[in-house]
Each structure stands twice: as C-alpha cells, then as structure tokens.
T-cell receptor
Framework: AQSVAQPEDQVNVAEGNPLTVKCTYS??????LFWYVQYPNRGLQFLLK??????LVKGSYGFEAEFNKSQTSFHLKKPSALVSDSALYFC?????????????FGGGTRVLVKP | DTGVSQDPRHKITKRGQNVTFRCDPI?????LYWYRQTLGQGPEFLTY????????KSRLLSDRFSAERPKGSFSTLEIQRTEQGDSAMYLC????????????FGPGTRLTVT
C-alpha cells in the first residue's frame, strides 16, 4: 500500500518570505513523487515531479522540491512567496513497480500568503 | 485549449436519480483516470483506463458506479440511484504512456445530491 502525509493543514507566510510545504510518503520500493496545486473551483495543476537522479527538482512558477530517501520526504519549497501562491497544495506518490497507475494523494495543505 | 475537459462543470440532482459525466482527455494521451474529491480532502482514485480497457477499479467504485471509454478517447462516468454521500467533485485526468505517467487534470464536475 502507498500513502502520503501532509502534516500541516495550513501554512501562513508573508509575501517575499520562503515557503515550505511538507510531505512524507510510504511506498513499497522506489517512488515517483508529484506536487499539484489547486485553485478554488478548479482542477489540479501539475507543478513538478521526481523520477530519479538529482534530489532537487525544479518545477513551474519558481517552485522546487527536495527528495530525501532516508526521511521518505518530498518537501515543496519556494524561495520568495507571492500572494498569488495562495492555494491548496497536494503531494502525491506512485510506486515505480505498482501494477496500476493510480496516484495516492495527501490530504492537502492550504497556503496563505499575506501581503 | 488542448487540456482535459469535463462536462458538465456542475450538476445538482435529487437523490435516486442517475447522472452521467463526460471527460475528454488530452488527445495524444492513452491513459485516463477518474478520481473523487470531497471537501477538504485529497483526490481518491476511482478507476483507470488504458485505451478502451478498464484496468483498475477502486473499492470506492460501488456497483452503482460505472465508467466506460468506448473508443479509447472520451470517457463517461455514470452514477445510478445517487445518494447524498455521492456529493463530491469528480476529477478526470489523463497521461501519456511515458514514464512517470504524470497526470493532467480537468476542471472537475461538482455533483450535489439533494
């Protein structure tokens, strides 16, 4: 079985400050990891993915994520947050050797960036 | 717009009625997924198609739910005898056959059962 934990329901940060959204996962074997963002009344928008290789992955809109195998974590980061980054963020995992392609999502973290 | 599209965007129905949702994936994607998202939760997997074959179904997909992808293009998700517990956002996603099969989501269909 695969699972994802996002320990913070909400993260508040001032505009211009660094933003971190935490994610830990559990999966049999090696994972594919993803971050998605969801704006109100909209579907999920793909931000970035980890497949293999470099532990620091860069994605859209200045976001990056760091894969840490020993801590089974994949935290999302942005050096300088914008008010427009306020949204719901989801981490998702899929085991590389999983038979199907389903993603397992965390419960989401709401990010509020204050001006 | 070459993204995933879903229709309708909103559906209000009375308990006991049947509803059908449609999803049009990105044209070159052969894999299609349905998820359900309730308020404040992450999406939960329902089912997965590769071309026209339905290869995986979640236990969440009770016998009141059925999904099809008749020609390997668009897909439909039907809920029969709707219940208030079916109220949720139904999300469709598609992916190519290239690792790691990142999924691209449509805007969702919000179902409200009264």
């Amino acid at each position: 079985a695969q699972s994802v934990a996002q320990p913070e329901d909400q993260v508040n940060v001032a505009e211009g400050n660094p933003l971190t959204v935490k994610c830990t996962y559990s999966v049999s074997g090696n994972p594919y990891l993803f971050w998605y963002v969801q704006y109100p009344n909209r579907g999920l928008q793909f931000l970035l993915k980890y497949i293999t290789g470099d532990n620091l992955v860069k994605g859209s809109y200045g976001f990056e994520a760091e894969f840490n195998k020993s801590q089974t974590s994949f935290h999302l980061k942005k050096p300088s947050a914008l008010v427009s980054d306020s949204a719901l963020y989801f981490c998702a995992v899929r085991a590389i050797k999983a038979a199907g392609n389903k993603l397992t999502f965390g419960g989401g973290t709401r990010v509020l960036v204050k001006p | 717009d070459t993204g995933v599209s879903q229709d309708p965007r909103h559906k209000i129905t009375k308990r006991g009625q049947n509803v059908t949702f449609r999803c049009d994936p990105i044209s070159e994607h052969n894999r299609l997924y349905w998820y359900r998202q309730t308020l404040g939760q992450g999406p939960e997997f329902l089912t997965y198609f590769q071309n026209e074959a339905q290869l995986e179904k979640s236990r969440l997909l009770s016998d009141r739910f059925s999904a099809e992808r008749p020609k390997g293009s668009f897909s439909t998700l039907e809920i029969q005898r709707t219940e208030q517990g079916d109220s949720a956002m139904y999300l469709c996603a598609s992916s190519s056959g290239t690792i790691p099969y990142e999924q691209y989501f449509g805007p969702g269909t919000r179902l409200t059962v009264t």
